[in-house]
């Protein structure tokens, strides 16, 4: 790989994260330092982010409404996360930032809202690669029409256009990923945006894996290339305590009732007549989390700081020396293709005659290396990349037989060269010797039982 002789074993990212070198026991009673290649589920903190929740607690305090010193700060810190927010995606000036607990949240708003519009528009087009976050929301709401995926899992335009004609008048809303959580396939969300606003459709991306890994800019309003609506979370984003953000315009959120009802939401109520805020408050019921977005609002800074295309670049540069060793591996089989897609850090594998769950557990008890398994809350996907139809998912799950899954490795901008070797050599381990392997974690003892979980 061009660069890896010069960068090996240095990461200038590495020092700006908290905890990259804890130690974590092995099944051996041994420690040795962690490595974390479970990034695509959650990031950990960074120090930036430690030090603001440490320097800003003291003056935590109610907002809005409280007239004291402490929650004037506090609400300040509040407002002040929208606009590092708009700035990170380049938003216009009258989006709505809407703080939500998660992606998931946000897209569940966004789909009450929907629901709520007044014409026939019942359509929703999704794909196949969605994350259950932009798939669930909208089946019980709107009939939802699913892109298909080509035979390596990325998104056919073709089948997208034709959904789009056939749909055309129709369609409240495209909601489609970012950046698949299964694969790391980028979208061209550009692209996405200019096909569905020449049929006159606004488009949702849900960016809880884009936004963490690439430069997004929403475009102007005006633009073909606009995304009217973007959601993401902050704890993919080195940032914790579970915050999020959905970002659109306000129109949507002032008709109807909002996804949540209580306090902070309403101007006025009596037992006959509610009058809401205007968004964002009308969506943001409740105290909010607000060590979350002062921790969200920090992150941000941080990567503008480091600057996402050189963020980028080395976890790209991680996943193509990691994916090259990875295909020199026996018994491997690899579920995503990076040379045939551009992608983020993630590499979706399975090896031959070891179930997944196993495979995480050796990882993890021998090495020390997290990594995740299953389906990653993207079944139908994974179904496909796998080979199995619904009926016969639907077969083993009335059987209660072993699902099957994939294992997921996924990089973050402090990972290092010297990680993936120790992971490499490792699953040469295991794949060297499967068998021993199996016994001992597959049937001796039941802390490391097969879990039917995906």
Not at 128 to 147: C, Q
Not at 290 to 305: C, E, H, P, S, Y
Not at 335 to 348: C, E, L, N, R
Not at 375 to 398: M, N, S, V, W
Request: include cysteine; charged fraction near 20%; glycine fraction near 8%.
């Amino acid at each position: 790989m061009p660069g890896y002789v010069q960068n090996k074993g240095t990461n200038r990212f590495r020092n700006m994260v908290v905890g990259v070198n804890a130690p974590v026991p092995l099944d051996n009673g041994t420690y040795t330092t962690g490595i974390n290649f479970d990034n695509a589920a959650t990031t950990p903190a960074f120090v930036s982010v430690e030090k603001e929740i440490h320097d800003f607690l003291p003056w935590y305090s109610s907002i809005h409404r409280g007239k004291g010193y402490k929650s004037v700060v506090s609400t300040d810190a509040y407002e002040a996360g929208r606009e590092v927010i708009r700035n990170y995606v380049r938003a216009g000036s009258d989006a709505a930032i809407i703080y939500t607990k998660n992606t998931t949240e946000a897209i569940n708003l966004l789909a009450c809202a929907m629901k709520q519009q007044k014409d026939d528009r019942d359509t929703v087009i999704s794909t196949w690669m969605e994350h259950a976050a932009n798939d669930l929301p909208w089946r019980d709401k709107f009939r939802v029409e699913y892109v298909e995926v080509d035979r390596y899992g990325r998104l056919d335009l073709n089948d997208y256009e034709a959904k789009l004609v056939k749909y055309r008048g129709k369609i409240r809303l495209v909601t489609v990923t970012g950046a698949a959580n299964v694969t790391g396939y980028l979208n061209d969300i550009y692209q996405l945006a200019s096909m569905a606003h020449k049929y006159d459709t606004p488009i949702h991306v849900d960016g809880a894996q884009l936004v963490p890994h690439v430069p997004t800019d929403v475009r102007p309003a005006g633009s073909p290339e606009h995304i009217d609506y973007l959601s993401f979370s902050a704890h993919k984003l080195y940032a914790p305590f579970g915050s999020g953000v959905l970002i659109g315009p306000k129109a949507p959120f002032e008709e109807g009732v909002p996804y949540c009802m209580g306090g902070s939401a309403i101007k006025l109520v009596t037992h006959d007549r509610i009058w809401w805020e205007e968004p964002p408050a009308k969506c943001e019921a409740g105290t909010p989390n607000l060590m979350g977005i002062v921790a969200m609002a920090a992150a941000l800074k941080t990567m503008n700081k480091i600057g996402m295309q050189n963020a980028f670049e080395h976890e790209r540069s991680l996943l193509n020396y990691a994916y090259g060793q990875m295909c020199n591996i026996s018994d491997i089989q690899l579920y995503s293709h990076p040379d045939k897609q551009k992608s983020i850090g993630v590499i979706p594998f399975t090896v031959e005659g070891v179930h997944h769950s196993l495979i995480s557990a050796i990882l993890s008890y021998e090495a020390g290396i997290a990594v995740r398994n299953g389906f990653f809350c993207a079944h139908p996907y994974c179904e496909r990349l796998l080979g199995y139809t619904a009926k016969q998912i639907e077969d083993i799950a009335e059987k209660n037989a072993l699902f099957p899954g994939l294992v997921r490795v996924s990089f973050g901008l402090y990972n290092t060269y010297g990680e993936i070797d120790k992971f490499i050599n490792f699953m040469h381990t295991i794949v060297d010797n499967k068998k021993f392997f199996i016994n001992k974690y597959g049937n001796s003892r039941g802390l490391y039982n097969i879990k039917n979980e995906v």
